[in-house]
């Protein structure tokens, strides 16, 4: 016969299933919160090396135009005739590589002229100290002289008056021992003055002079410098990339005769090249180029224009 039973409970079975519920639910919003994973890559492709701190360079392919970087314009200090010309547009230079050779003759007259003066002026100063010198020791050989004839009347003063007492000498013999030691004495301290007078302005005599040769000094440096600027030098390194002279060609009216382009590497790569540094030919004049890749729809320039020239 059938026995009646009571119904089992389901609460162990909810359990388990709301804490299966909970842990799905958990790991649906952990890997909902995940970044998404790094996409994979060969390995051929990857370049590998260890992190330093500094410039990236990242060489590409790819056609382009090169631009400058920086470009200076290199000039003569003063205007001159082109005598020779030692470096071509596209050659690398340093700071001090001698493009041309100018010539200038009333710039090279200064500069002798000056060397001449200063020459003049240091034979003047040594005149003046010598001159000076012996001024001064002749003054204190007259001193000297002087002290000793001072000396001798103030004996012979004392020895009048001691002969005065026996009647060995008149009255107006022993005045005049008297007054000839007094006329010494006087001398003697004339002397000691002017003495003193000529030993004090020795040194500001010599102090002015020396002045003038300092001046005479600094207008020889600047004319020489002038004279050393007809060798006309970059000043930094790069590559000359214009040069409108001509030897024979006088400079004084073509303002600036050459420019260069400050560049990483001298040499100039075509399209579809690494980019490099070029050398541009387009003007008239010589410049150092540093130069980056311009590709039709952006163009990468770092730095700006250099210094404007100045006229010859």
């Not at 000076?132 to 008056?161: E, H, I, K, N, P």
């Not at 890749?293 to 010859?312: I, K, V, Y």
Request: aromatic content about 2%; proline content about 5%.
């Amino acid at each position: 016969m059938d026995i009646p039973r009571a119904p089992t409970r389901s609460s162990k079975r909810n359990v388990q299933g709301g804490i299966a519920a909970g842990g799905l639910i958990l790991v649906t919003f952990l890997l909902a919160s995940l970044k998404p994973a790094a996409p994979s890559v060969d390995r051929e492709v990857v370049s590998l090396d260890a992190v330093r701190r500094g410039t990236m360079v990242r060489e590409v392919r790819g056609p382009g135009t090169l631009v400058p970087e920086h470009i200076r314009w290199i000039s003569a200090l003063t205007p001159a005739r082109v005598e020779r010309i030692f470096v071509q547009p596209g050659t690398p230079v340093q700071a001090n590589t001698v493009l041309l050779e100018l010539a200038n003759p009333d710039v090279q007259i200064e500069a002798l002229d000056a060397q001449r003066q200063l020459t003049a002026a240091e034979g003047e100063l040594v005149n003046l100290r010598t001159s000076l010198q012996g001024g001064r020791l002749t003054q204190a050989g007259v001193v000297a002289s002087t002290r000793s004839l001072y000396l001798q009347a103030t004996r012979d003063a004392a020895v009048a008056d001691s002969l005065k007492v026996i009647g060995g000498l008149s009255r107006n013999d022993v005045t005049l021992a008297h007054e000839k030691a007094s006329e010494l004495e006087a001398r003697y301290d004339i002397e000691k003055q002017r003495l003193d007078l000529l030993t004090s302005t020795v040194d500001s005599q010599l102090a002015v002079q020396r002045e003038q040769v300092v001046r005479l000094r600094a207008i020889t440096a600047f004319r020489l410098s002038r004279l050393s600027s007809l060798q006309v030098r970059p000043g930094e390194e790069g590559v000359l990339s214009e040069l409108n002279l001509q030897p024979g060609r006088d400079d004084s009216r073509e303002g600036r005769p050459a420019r260069k382009a400050q560049g990483r590497d001298p040499h100039s790569r075509d399209t579809g090249a690494r980019p490099r540094d070029r050398t541009d030919r387009s003007g008239g004049h010589a410049h150092r180029n540093r130069c980056r890749a311009r590709h039709p729809h952006r163009s990468l320039r770092t730095g700006g224009d250099g210094d404007g020239g100045r006229r010859a």
